[in-house]
C-alpha cells in the first residue's frame, strides 16, 4: 500500500493510540455515519492524522477521509439537512418551477397574444 511507504509507522503509532471503540466507531460500515465523520475530522484536524492513513485504517477512499476532513462530513451537497430545511429546499424547488412556467406563459402571450 502506497501509505505505507510514505507514513512508515503511522499506521502502526495510530493503531496503538486508538482506543477499540474509536477504531471501530472510523470504519467504513459504521452504522452511524455522523458520528464516524466527526471522529475522522476530529483525527485530521485536532491530531493531524493523514488521510492517507485514515484511509488505510477505515476502509473508506483517500478521497472521502479527504473530503470529510475539508467539511466534517461525507454527505451529498455537502450538509445534512434538517427537516426544515429539506421542506425549505422543496418548496423553493417548487416556486422556481412555477416562476419559469409563469415566464413562458407570459413570453408566448406576447409572442401571440391572448388565446
Known sequence: MMSENIYPTEKEELLKILSKDDLQKIQKY???KKKRDEKI???IHENGVSCQVLAG???LA?????RIG???HNGNNGSYLTNNEKNLRNYLNKM????EAFHREIKRILR???K
Open 30 to 32: 459504521y452504522p452511524f
Open 41 to 43: 475530522y476530529e483525527l
Open 57 to 59: 485504517l477505515c476502509g
Open 62 to 66: 483517500k478521497s472521502s477521509v479527504h
Open 70 to 72: 475539508q467539511r466534517g
Open 96 to 99: 422556481q418551477t412555477t416562476v
Open 112 to 114: 401571440h397574444g391572448r
